[in-house]
């Protein structure tokens, strides 16, 4: 179902019905996006994940029934990008498929730019200097280091854990009071309504996600 709707959508698509099948296939085959479950015979899908991502950047969107909030933090912890709960509407699933394409291709221009653009926000790696709608924006070390590294995973949702390693250490793994504590004063500085945020995302009980807003797109309210 999933291959005939996909291909009605201009896509080209190709299928494996197993996970070490799977990996071949996305070496072999080299495909833009990934949709990938995670109950696959032979090899799991979060095993899958691991392999795939020991070689690949390529964007993997996750399709599965388990819909516990440790699953999914699972498979993002692993490199997955997003994920979407069975059942799905075919609508959702073509939406994130646009964002996935949309951010793998932007990340590949920023990846040697020294000057991100985010609309309004502008980040310049090479000077540490972040402005807002040309004013700069005076940002402690850790709400930068913070931003740059939800703005260079721009698209792709960042787990609680993830961020907490990266930014504060392996210690600090569970303090995610610490994390909205510093994610609520970033959006204070860096949001035009830090109530109605637009940059950074909040993902539910899962972590965060920075978004590349195009000027036509809305948001519906955290």
Request: charged share 25%.
């Amino acid at each position: 179902m999933l291959q005939t709707v996909l291909s009605a959508h201009h896509h080209e698509v190709s299928s494996v019905a197993d996970g070490l099948t799977a990996i071949t296939h996305a070496a072999n085959w080299q495909p833009d996006v990934i949709v990938l479950d995670l109950g696959l015979p032979q090899l799991d899908g979060l095993e899958v994940i691991r392999r795939i991502r020991s070689w690949s950047h390529v964007p993997i969107i996750v399709l599965t029934v388990r819909d516990s909030e440790a699953s999914k933090v699972a498979a993002l912890d692993l490199g997955a990008d997003d994920y979407l709960t069975k059942p799905f509407g075919m609508d959702e699933l073509l939406a994130r498929l646009r964002v996935a394409l949309r951010n793998v291709a932007w990340r590949r221009q920023a990846d040697d730019a020294t000057l991100l653009n985010f609309g309004e926000l502008q980040i310049d790696r090479a000077q540490r200097r972040i402005s807002l709608r040309g004013h700069e924006v005076k940002l402690t070390p850790t709400e930068y280091e913070l931003l740059l590294l939800l703005a260079g995973s721009a698209g792709k949702v960042l787990t609680h854990q993830h961020i907490l390693t990266t930014i504060w250490g392996p210690g600090a793994a569970q303090d995610v009071p610490t994390l909205r504590v510093f994610i609520t004063q970033l959006r204070k500085k860096i949001e035009p309504d830090p109530a109605r945020p637009i940059y950074i995302r909040n993902e539910p009980g899962i972590g965060y996600r920075f978004e590349v807003k195009e000027p036509t797109e809305t948001y519906d309210p955290v």
